[in-house]
């Protein structure tokens, strides 16, 4: 089995990095589902942006959820705004030792790691555009279901 070495486990070290992204995701999309979400990891949007995580429920509500590993993440990210018109709710993630002063504090704020997560602070609610909506909607779905036809089937052409 792959060992990680010693000098290489510290949360700063750029290789947890990664790792770290994947526990907050992974906690993320728990505590999402518990709420009624269907949740993607790593969606493309129109704004030629990628969200870490997007969710729809069932009420047609899409969340996105950006995913902070670490101080130096945050700071280095200023794209997150850009977000804001393809959600109705947006949230940062993080685990629980990151820093949240340096956080926005109009955005929503989830605490998760590889086990669950959880609502500190809420979201603003927005209102997405109808057509918006129903395109990203779609889009979602399409998404999803080409993501389980590649796991059904690795060798389908899509």
């Known amino acids: 089995m792959f060992q990680i070495p010693q000098q290489l486990s510290a949360p700063e070290a750029p290789f947890e990095f990664p790792m770290a992204a994947q526990r907050i ?3 993320v999309t728990r505590l999402l589902d518990g709420l009624g979400f ?10 030629r942006r990628r969200a870490d995580v997007i969710a729809l429920h069932s009420s047609g509500e899409i969340v996105i959820v950006e995913v902070k590993s670490g101080r130096a993440d945050f700071q280095s990210d200023r794209k997150w705004p850009e977000y804001l018109e393809f959600c109705d709710r947006f949230f940062f ?11 926005p504090l109009d ?40 993501r ?11």
Do not use: M, W, Y
């Open 38 to 47: 269907a949740s993607l990891q790593e969606f493309p949007l129109k704004a």
């Open 93 to 103: 993630a993080v685990e629980p030792d990151f820093p949240r002063d340096i956080l």
């Open 148 to 158: 389980l036809a590649r796991v059904l089937d690795p060798d389908l052409k899509l």
């Open 25 to 27: 995701c992974r906690g």
């Open 107 to 146: 955005c929503g704020l989830i605490v998760a790691d590889a086990h669950g997560g959880e609502i500190v602070r809420p979201a603003p609610q927005g209102k997405l555009n109808g057509n918006r909506r129903r395109v990203l909607t779609l889009e979602i779905a399409i998404s999803a279901n080409r």
